[in-house]
């Protein structure tokens, strides 16, 4: 199955290359075709000149000039194409790359990651070799934020419904879904504020003096200058008349003159992102949904006619900039006073739309983060989208369940069972022999599921409930925090989540690690038993195996599993499958022995 994605993508991304490839051959060809228009000119100029015709320089030029002006908007054409194309096949290599290495060229999320969240840390959900650094396909800001909110938090049972059709239908629709990133691709390449920055232009009014006497006069502007001048004609002192209203209208532009500037700098920076992103938004709405949450998505844009608002405000920017070409600005800002008038419209397109548009680009940013969960769905076929259970008790139920994180030809996968219960279950064995993997696993997994999408798993059913871990423990010196310490604000963490959160379902790995060894034990029965009387759900790794005694002190609430290993002619070999029942075989005399410390038993 692998091997057949691959090569989709490298098929998809062959003949990408070939288009883009016969664009760029067009564009030069273009490029030629221009140079060549530019020689006819200085042709056309050498013969005026020695015939001493005029009119054969104004003839020739004309049409030339228009010659040349059509070629440069379809070279434009085919370059804009030709990039096109060249992203479009950046994106299926990039997805070859996810598959094989796990290389990704969309963020990894390190900035989401926090030492103090209830999982994400222990469960590698952020930063190098992540969750999230494997999944992310978003390239927008808001798109990363949205995708980093799922992950970080279970969602409730309808909307997690609601996405998994959502992801399947996009999964169905996979060459839809790499067109749209490859027009979103500009986004990944951008300052991450870029949209932050929009947002706080189309929130902030220009504030023009006397805004209503303005938008008044410049309606009749050009009525009154086109009039004195026609009247000049039959009457002189209208001419006069003429050039005083010119030169008033001239002094209007200039008065406002830091207005214009203003709004018109920010204005060009803004303009060309809003044209990409109307092509988004195009894409989007010309996309025939079934499932209910894209259906919904797709609405809130077409309601507010998002993509037609976005190329009308880009076209009010465009004709704004007319007013910098030199003689025709001059004569736009004096007959129609031009710029502020363009000026006072992106004003009003600000006041009308900049609600709606800030939340057209929620949809989009939804529709990153349901992409990027569609392709875990299209390059990993094998995984299934887990059943989202009901009921008061908790049930995690899995087969063939694995770590997504691990490649697949060296990954183990093991089964597992709660169903509709409430229970605590003492994990013992050997150092490397699985412990930790498997609670990381068994969390990973969880919150894939709780978030909409599919597991790494044969079949997998879980209840919608919150993970909180206990594993990778660490001292700061900047906040002068001990390793004991640190564990016990941990700990103090789990035990308040258990009563305050909804449904904690914990993974505690290797508890009181800062502490003495008896400490230790009495320490983590202490704990554990006060998980039990707040019936409280989860799995503890120990090494301890005094721990794994619970089961006799509670044998309706807590099961003991282990995993081992072999030794054969001193070697040690691991299976990494979990067993029911404690564990009998430890390593770590082993591992010490390999090393060259020799350890003498008291006997």
């Known amino acids: 199955m692998e091997q057949d994605i691959i090569e989709y993508y490298k098929n998809n991304a062959q003949l990408a290359q070939q288009e883009a490839d016969k664009f760029k051959k067009l564009a030069d060809t273009y490029s030629l075709m221009r140079l060549s228009i530019f020689v006819m000119m200085v042709v056309s100029i ?268 880009a076209r009010l920017i465009n004709k704004l900039s007319y007013s910098l070409i030199m003689i025709v600005g001059f004569i736009l800002n004096i007959f129609f006073l031009w710029a502020l008038k363009q000026i006072i419209a992106i004003e009003q397109w600000k006041r009308n739309n900049h609600e709606s548009l800030e939340d057209a680009f929620e949809v989009i940013a939804e529709f990153e983060a349901l992409s990027s969960i569609a392709g875990l769905q299209v390059n990993y076929p094998e995984w299934c989208i887990p059943q989202i259970e009901d009921g008061k008790a908790y049930t995690l139920v899995a087969k063939n369940l694995a770590h997504p994180l691990i490649n697949s030809k060296t990954r183990v996968t093991n089964d597992y069972e709660l169903t509709d219960t409430f229970k605590i279950d003492i994990i013992t064995g050997s150092n490397m022999a699985g412990k930790s993997t498997f609670l990381r696993t068994i969390g990973i997994n969880t919150v894939l599921a709780l978030c909409g999408a599919p597991v790494c798993a044969e079949t997998m059913r879980v209840s919608v409930m919150t993970m909180v871990s206990y594993m990778r423990i660490k001292d700061s010196l900047n906040e002068r925090t001990s390793t004991f310490k640190a564990e016990l604000d941990r700990l103090q963490m789990l035990l308040a989540a258990v009563e305050q959160e909804y449904k904690v379902f914990f993974l505690i790995d290797e508890m009181l690690r800062g502490t003495n060894s008896v400490d230790k034990y009495l320490g983590s029965k202490a704990v554990i038993e006060q998980l039990i009387a707040k019936h409280g759900v989860g799995m503890v790794a120990t090494h301890d195996l005094e721990i794994a005694k619970l089961e006799t002190a509670y044998p309706d609430y807590v099961r003991n599993f282990y995993f081992d290993i072999q030794v054969k002619d001193g070697e040690m070999l691991f299976d990494y499958k979990i067993k029911h029942g404690e564990c009998k075989t430890f390593n770590a005399t082993l591992l010490l022995k390999q090393i060259g410390i020799n350890i003498e038993l008291d006997l």
């Open 46 to 313: 050498y013969f005026g000149v020695k015939e001493d015709d005029f009119t054969i320089v104004a003839v020739t030029f004309s049409i030339l000039i228009v010659g040349f002006a059509w070629l440069v908007s379809r070279q434009s054409i085919y370059e804009r194409k030709m990039k096109y194309f060249k992203d479009l096949k950046l994106i299926n290599d990039n997805e070859i790359a996810s598959i094989l290495s796990r290389d990704n060229l969309y963020d990894n999320g390190a900035k989401f990651a926090n030492e103090k969240h209830f999982y994400t840390a222990d469960l590698d959900i952020f930063g190098n070799a992540s969750l999230f650094g494997l999944m992310n396909r978003a390239a927008t800001g808001p798109g990363n934020a949205k995708l980093a909110t799922w992950l970080s938090a279970p969602a409730k049972k309808e909307i997690i419904l609601e996405r998994q059709d959502a992801v399947k239908e996009i999964a169905n629709k996979n060459q839809w879904k790499l067109e749209a990133q490859t027009l979103l691709l500009f986004a990944n390449k951008t300052d991450a504020n870029q949209l932050h920055g929009l947002f706080n232009y189309l929130h902030t009014p220009l504030e023009l003096p006397r805004e209503k006497l303005l938008i008044n006069y410049i309606m009749i502007a050009p009525y009154l200058l086109a009039a004195a001048f026609i009247a000049g004609y039959f009457m002189p002192v209208f001419t006069l008349a003429g050039i005083v209203l010119a030169i008033a209208n001239l002094t209007i532009i200039t008065i406002n003159g830091g207005y214009i500037a203003k709004s018109a700098s920010i204005a060009d920076r803004i303009s060309k992102v809003l044209t990409d992103y109307a092509v988004v938004f195009n894409k989007i709405e010309g996309e025939n949904w079934q499932s209910a949450y894209n259906s919904a998505l797709t609405k809130k844009i077409k309601e507010n006619n998002t993509s037609k608002n976005i190329e009308e405000l």
